[in-house]
Nanobody, 124 residues
Framework: VQLQASGGGLVQAGGSLRLSCAAS????????MGWFRQAPGKEREFVAA????????YYADSVKGRFTISRDNAKNTVYLQMNSLKPEDTAVYYC??????????????????WGQGTQVTVSS
């Protein structure tokens, strides 16, 4: 599975962005999908995850109520709608796919495929 993340950019605090993660090479309909982010000098951290069916999802406490993960299996794409952005949301955002969809997970070590990342910068 190849993943291509897009939609990042520069936005003012309080603004919104919508990230997309387009998959190719294989349908992601049976994969749990996740979004992670990595700020300079920090470890990659979990942001949100959605089950293969779209029926379950997890969010990091820091983004709960502001970010929404969704998927369109017909388009082989996963989205991350980010509202009320804060400067601390600044990071490179990565999408990832987990082929073992038995248990939705927040752990980056459980994800098998990764996109190249898209930069999100939130100015104060």
């Amino acid at each position: 599975v190849q993943l291509q993340a897009s939609g990042g950019g520069l936005v003012q605090a309080g603004g919104s962005l919508r990230l997309s993660c387009a998959a190719s090479g294989r349908t992601i309909g049976s994969y749990d999908m996740g979004w992670f982010r990595q700020a300079p000098g920090k470890e990659r951290e979990f942001v949100a995850a959605i089950s293969w069916s779209g029926g379950r999802y997890y969010y990091a406490d820091s983004v709960k109520g502001r970010f929404t993960i969704s998927r369109d299996n017909a388009k082989n794409t996963v989205y991350l709608q980010m509202n009320s952005l804060k400067p601390e949301d600044t990071a490179v955002y990565y999408c990832a796919a987990n082929g073992d969809s038995g248990s939705l997970t927040r752990s980056r070590y459980e994800y098998d495929y990764w996109g190249q990342g898209t930069q999100v910068t939130v100015s104060s």
